[in-house]
C-alpha cells in the first residue's frame, strides 16, 4: 500500500509542475488514511478549485481522476491531463 501511495505521489507531482508552468497554484495533499490529492486552484478565480487524484486500474496502468470521479487522462500522458484540468477550471490560455 505505501509503494502505491508513494507511486500515486510521484504521479500528482508530475501533474503539478506542468499545471504550474501553466500559472496554476497548486497544494499536493495526502491526508493520512485518504488518497493523495493535488487541489488545483485557479489563480484568476481562486474559489474555483478541483482535486486531482492518481489511481491505478486493474491492469495496472495509471490515470489521473477528477474528485467527482471523472477520468481525465492516463499518467503517462501529462500534458492532455494538464489541458482537461484547465477546461474544467474554466481558465483561457493565453
Known amino acids: ?12 507531482r508530475r501533474l503539478a509542475a506542468q499545471l504550474e508552468a501553466h500559472a496554476f497554484q497548486v497544494r499536493l495533499r495526502s491526508p493520512t488514511g485518504l488518497h493523495p490529492r493535488l487541489q488545483v486552484i485557479n489563480p484568476m478565480v481562486p474559489a474555483r478549485t478541483e482535486d486531482v487524484l ?41
Open 1 to 12: 500500500m505505501m509503494a502505491e501511495r508513494g507511486e500515486a505521489v510521484d504521479h500528482l
Open 54 to 94: 492518481a489511481a491505478h486500474e486493474e491492469d495496472g496502468e495509471w490515470w489521473f481522476w477528477l474528485s467527482w470521479a471523472g477520468r481525465i487522462g492516463q499518467a503517462e500522458d501529462v500534458a492532455t491531463a494538464a489541458e482537461r484540468v484547465a477546461s474544467v477550471l474554466h481558465v483561457i490560455r493565453r
